[in-house]
């Protein structure tokens, strides 16, 4: 089953467009340095718009997770990644074995199609 469309919005497009293309990107703040996901026009540490699109590999280490339950089995697992490039985003495991997941273990981006939109990019185990 494939997961809804997500809504594209103007400022993301490029983020999107990156993805559907297989690419993952963050963004940079030309003024602060800070570097940032999800996309914003403008950048969360100084309010500064001269950001830019930054491509990043997608992977990274697990810094957090938790699994969500549902009659025992394992609905979702949303995770905490700190991608190799430094910055820490808010995603979900997929594809794994739900029990041998770890802290600090390392994982890759994962893109699930949608229905007739870009793909969702979540996490596997490397
Ligand atoms: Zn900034």
């Not at 001269?50 to 699994?67: A, C, D, H, K, R």
């Not at 029990?99 to 981006?109: F, N, P």
């Amino acid at each position: 089953m494939a997961l809804p469309a997500p809504e594209v919005r103007p400022e993301a497009k490029p983020y999107w467009d990156a993805l559907a293309e297989g690419k993952f990107l963050i963004q940079a703040c030309n003024d602060c340095g800070n570097r940032y996901h999800y996309p914003r026009p403008f950048c969360p540490s100084c309010m500064s718009k001269n950001v830019e699109w930054l491509p990043v590999s997608g992977n990274g280490t697990i810094y957090s997770f938790s699994l969500v339950r549902s009659k025992g089995a394992v609905a979702s697992a949303p995770v905490f990644v700190t991608l190799d490039e430094g910055i820490t985003l808010l995603s979900a495991l997929v594809d794994c074995d739900y029990e041998k997941l770890t802290i600090g273990q390392k994982v890759r981006l994962k893109l699930v199609p949608t229905e007739g939109g870009p793909p969702i990019p979540f996490f596997t185990p490397a």
